[in-house]
């Protein structure tokens, strides 16, 4: 059978992801937040025969740096973030032999609905 993934989580497995992937999302809302007052600080520097060069510069490229590592960990194993505000991911999973998407949000206190990989969040359902 072709599976869009190569990754598929049991229920276990994402629930024991969840101690990790609520710290990177806590620090990717925090550098996403860093990141929007960078930006808006080097916008209002961004006139002409302005140089907007030093260290708020070198520390919005860390930043954003920081943030890519974060979402590298994500990517490395197929887990979809969904809604970074929120905290909604979608983790691959195979379920009666079909490929679908376990979702969890970070306010739930544990992995308990999927949905079909292109239903999204409004055709969850329990586990």
Request: proline share 2%; charged share 35%.
């Amino acid at each position: 059978m072709d599976y869009r993934f190569a990754k598929h989580y049991t229920r276990d497995e994402a629930r024991a992801l969840l101690p990790q992937l609520r710290a990177w999302l806590k620090r990717l809302n925090e550098l996403r937040h860093e990141q929007e007052r960078f930006d808006k600080r080097l916008t209002s520097l961004m006139s002409p025969g302005h140089d907007v060069g030093g260290d708020l510069v070198n520390r919005w490229i860390r930043t954003l740096a920081e943030m890519q590592e974060v979402l590298l960990e994500f990517q490395r194993r197929d887990i979809q973030i969904k809604d970074l505000e929120r905290g909604l991911l979608d983790f691959p999973a195979i379920i009666g032999g079909k490929e679908v998407f376990l979702c969890w949000e970070s306010d739930e206190e544990d992995v308990e609905h999927w949905h079909d990989l292109d239903s999204g969040f409004a055709g969850r359902e329990r586990l």
